[in-house]
Nanobody
Framework: VQLQASGGGLAQAGGSLRLSCAASGRTFSGYTVGWFRRAPGKEREFVAVIRGSTGMTRYTDSVKGRFTISRDNAKNTVYLQMNSLKPEDTATYFC??????????????????WGKGTLVTVSS
């Protein structure tokens, strides 16, 4: 599975962006897909996950109520809708996938496939 993240850019605080993670190589409707981000000078961190078989979603606390992860299986794409953006959301965002769900979905080492990042910059 090859993943391509896109949709990053510059936004003002309070604005919105939608990131896309497009998969190619095989149908990944059953895959668990996560979004992670790495802010300048910081470790990469978990942002959100969507489970393939159930559609279950989970978020890190700092984005709850502002970000929404969703998927369009017909398009082999997972989205991250980011609203009410804050300067602290500035980071390079990565999507990742694994075929079998792992309860430690926040741990990047459990993901097998990664896309290149897309940069999100939020100005104050």
């Amino acid at each position: 599975v090859q993943l391509q993240a896109s949709g990053g850019g510059l936004a003002q605080a309070g604005g919105s962006l939608r990131l896309s993670c497009a998969a190619s190589g095989r149908t990944f409707s059953g895959y668990t897909v996560g979004w992670f981000r790495r802010a300048p000078g910081k470790e990469r961190e978990f942002v959100a996950v969507i489970r393939g078989s159930t559609g279950m979603t989970r978020y890190t606390d700092s984005v709850k109520g502002r970000f929404t992860i969703s998927r369009d299986n017909a398009k082999n794409t997972v989205y991250l809708q980011m609203n009410s953006l804050k300067p602290e959301d500035t980071a390079t965002y990565f999507c990742a996938a694994r075929q079998i769900y792992n309860v430690q979905y926040w741990d990047e080492k459990h993901y097998d496939y990664w896309g290149k990042g897309t940069l999100v910059t939020v100005s104050s």
